[in-house]
């Protein structure tokens, strides 16, 4: 049976600088109702190593981090079908709208792709404009084992420079 999952709304506000796009949220996240809610995802620990923060202890703590950065965070798919959390099973994308996300946040100045999924589906749908430079990144995922925690920093520094 094939299940249609959908992302969550932006977390944005009008001073944001940098826009981190994933694909879809996965199950666990869409169980917890958070942004990178699986235990293992490394997305929360990346951001407060390479901006030297604590590391948030809850959602909140999190959220107020984001806003500390001027980060915001979004998925590049509205709905899509995928069994499971794989981004390798997502198929038939419906995506979120992010050119008019982009005309209403006029200080955004990065958007970086959290993983290669997410990038493929932004080339798909839309098209890369000056003066926003795009950068894409190794994924947090879990399931994206083969890079350590170190390789993803050394990576992830990158949104922040």
């Known amino acids: 049976m094939e299940t249609t999952k959908s992302s969550f709304a932006p977390i944005s506000n009008p001073d944001i600088e940098i826009l981190i796009l994933g694909s879809l949220p996965g199950d666990k996240s869409i169980e917890v109702n958070e942004y990178y809610g699986h235990p293992r995802n490394r ?26 950065l001027k980060i915001g965070l979004w998925d590049v798919a509205q709905n899509a079908i995928r069994n499971g959390s794989l981004d390798s099973a997502i198929k038939s994308v419906e995506p979120n709208d992010i050119g008019n996300f982009i005309t209403n946040h006029p200080k955004l100045r990065i958007i970086a792709f959290n993983g290669k999924t997410s990038e493929a589906l932004f080339n798909k749908y839309f098209d890369k404009k000056p003066p926003i430079h795009y950068i894409a990144l190794p994924s947090s995922s879990p399931a994206n084992a083969r890079f350590d925690f170190e390789t993803l920093r050394v990576a992830w520094q990158k949104v922040l420079e």
């Open 43 to 68: 997305f929360w620990k990346i951001l407060a190593t390479i901006s030297e923060q604590n590391q948030p202890e809850n959602y909140k703590d999190k959220l107020a981090l984001l806003q500390k």
